[in-house]
């Protein structure tokens, strides 16, 4: 019982004299923020936007870590899992290490406030901001961001449709159809997009809507209630608007952040755009099995569709490739190079 009731003191006298309480610096989570953490905390802002709309795993921690290596003094490790921001910083023996952790909501995708974020981080890292700078410069860009008005955005799903069509026909009341319909799908995805519902339905809805659509045109048309529209594919109609749903970029970010070892990341990305096809093709299910129940045929062929002249071809590969920018708030030299690129490219398939 002696034993036990002095073994604290023989133990600090064996480390030769009583130990020293030491106090224990705490960084504050109010409005005294300490420059480390409002800089881990600049890095993670910028990181977690970029990351919600697409950009690959690997090039989000290098500009994160330039960011901390310029205003940190100690090194940070940065991961991204899936959708989850991981940053944590090794304060040494004297200090517990400090982690922020932060989920990633899915974003609009726009090229114009990630290029702003991307030139930022770049400044950073080159010294020219301060961290006060930085984070004024920050909170003016998220404040503000740069995007062009909702109905632009519809105009550039029509216009993409029907640069869709016009690789297949040159029939003007063909095309315009087309467009009207990209027009509404663009509409109709901002309004199921704004009830927070899951992709995966989403997909579902606009799939068979599209399909419906094309049925009902082409039985309107078949029966002479449509006859400028002459003699219609309906492939043609519903592949115009299917092309709106294609999960296309999301599946070349994934295979990048694969190549760049990022994999539980690219198993995600890969599983999303996965369960986005299969949205689209069991939309496609119900409207055609919709339009069945009402008497309605849809003659869809299995056979490749045939292309329309090649200059037809060349102008609906620019317009898919400008509106698609477009769409995705490019800025207006970028819309203009995209366009230029997309033809050039098609050339070279041809």
């Known amino acids: 019982r002696l034993h036990t009731l002095f073994s604290p003191l023989l133990a600090r006298l064996a480390i030769g004299g009583t130990a020293t309480l030491q106090p224990t610096s705490v960084e504050k989570l109010d409005g005294a923020l300490t420059p480390n953490m409002r800089a881990l905390r600049l890095a993670m802002s910028i990181a977690d936007q970029l990351i919600s709309m697409g950009t690959?795993?690997?090039?989000?921690?290098?500009?994160?870590?330039s960011i901390t290596d310029t205003?940190?003094?100690?090194?940070?490790?940065?991961?991204?899992?899936?959708?989850?921001?991981?940053?944590?910083?090794?304060?040494?023996?004297?200090?517990?290490?400090?982690?922020?952790?932060?989920?990633?909501?899915p974003r609009e995708i726009n090229y114009q406030h990630m290029q702003c974020l991307q030139t930022l981080a770049a400044t950073i890292a080159d010294g020219a901001l301060t961290l006060d700078a930085a984070e004024?410069?920050?909170?003016?860009?998220?404040?503000?961001?740069?995007?062009?008005?909702?109905?632009?955005?519809?105009?550039?799903g029509g216009g993409l449709s029907?640069?869709?069509?016009?690789?297949?026909?040159?029939?003007?009341?063909?095309?315009?159809?087309?467009?009207?319909?990209?027009?509404?799908?663009?509409?109709?995805?901002?309004?199921?997009?704004?009830?927070?519902?899951?992709?995966?339905?989403?997909?579902?809805?606009?799939?068979?809507?599209?399909?419906?659509?094309?049925?009902?045109?082409?039985?309107?048309?078949?029966?002479?209630?449509?006859?400028?529209?002459?003699?219609?594919n309906p492939t043609i109609i519903t592949v115009s608007g299917i092309v709106l749903l294609v999960a296309g970029m999301m599946i070349v970010g994934a295979f990048q952040d694969a190549i760049d070892e990022y994999y539980v990341t690219a198993t995600g990305r890969l599983l999303k755009v996965a369960m986005m096809?299969?949205?689209?093709?069991?939309?496609?299910?119900?409207?055609?099995?919709?339009?069945?129940r009402f008497g309605i045929e849809f003659v869809a062929t299995p056979d490749q569709l045939q292309l329309t002249g090649t200059m037809y071809q060349y102008i609906g590969a620019a317009a898919i490739a400008a509106t698609f920018a477009l769409g995705n708030h490019t800025q207006p030299v970028g819309i203009i190079l995209a366009g230029a690129t997309g033809m050039l490219g098609y050339d070279i398939y041809l």
Not at 136 to 156: G, Q, S
Not at 185 to 214: D, E, K, Y
């Open 56 to 65: 690959p795993a690997q090039n989000v921690v290098h500009m994160a870590l």
């Open 71 to 105: 205003y940190c003094t100690r090194k940070v490790h940065i991961d991204v899992i899936s959708s989850q921001l991981i940053l944590s910083q090794d304060r040494g023996n004297d200090y517990e290490p400090l982690t922020l952790l932060r989920t990633i909501p």
């Open 136 to 156: 004024r410069e920050l909170d003016a860009i998220l404040a503000k961001p740069r995007r062009y008005p909702p109905w632009v955005i519809y105009l550039a």
């Open 162 to 232: 029907a640069g869709s069509a016009l690789l297949y026909t040159a029939s003007l009341p063909v095309i315009f159809a087309t467009f009207v319909m990209g027009v509404a799908i663009m509409w109709l995805l901002a309004r199921l997009n704004r009830i927070a519902l899951p992709v995966f339905f989403t997909q579902i809805i606009a799939a068979s809507v599209i399909t419906l659509v094309a049925t009902i045109i082409t039985w309107l048309a078949t029966n002479h209630y449509l006859d400028v529209l002459g003699i219609i």
């Open 277 to 292: 096809t299969m949205g689209v093709v069991i939309g496609v299910m119900i409207g055609l099995y919709t339009a069945r």
